[in-house]
């Protein structure tokens, strides 16, 4: 079985530069999937796609996927970059931490979703057992 977890934010709160073509992306993609397989989709489309549903997402949503099941995320927006912490430069040569810009990422106390917190959620899920794409 494949779990798929989609996320596309076109329109961002007021500070962060609109898009166009993410939700769309999603849109298509998961049709895709659908013409193709016997996906279980969970899409999540711009206001919907906040930092607490994308970790549900993987942690309600993905997590279901077990031995020989495959858990696909796929992610349309912006991304970014932040100084990383010193106690990770050792595995970050730039000092840099790649993130995913959420839906509310940049309102006052949000955050991205890091690529630290990103493969701890993706080792979650591989724990179980499916391979995570």
């Given amino acids: 079985m494949l779990y798929a977890l989609l996320a596309g934010i076109d329109t961002y709160p007021p500070g962060v530069n609109s898009l166009s073509g993410c939700v769309n992306d999603v849109t298509r993609f998961a049709q895709f999937l659908a013409l193709r397989t016997k996906a279980q989709v969970r899409e ?3 206001e919907q796609a906040t930092y607490a549903a994308v970790v549900a997402g993987w942690q309600q949503h993905l997590k279901q996927a077990g031995s020989g099941d495959v858990a696909l995320f796929y992610y349309s927006g912006h991304g970014s970059q932040s ?3 010193q106690e990770f430069w050792a ?4 000092h840099l931490l790649e993130s995913t810009v959420c839906y509310d990422s940049r309102l006052p106390g949000r955050f991205d979703l890091v690529d630290k917190e990103l493969a701890t959620l993706i080792a979650d899920v591989a724990a179980g057992g499916a391979q995570v794409v």
Avoid: G, I, S, Y
């Fill in 91 to 94: 595995t970050e040569p730039d």
């Fill in 44 to 46: 999540l489309h711009n």
């Fill in 83 to 85: 100084q990383a912490p």
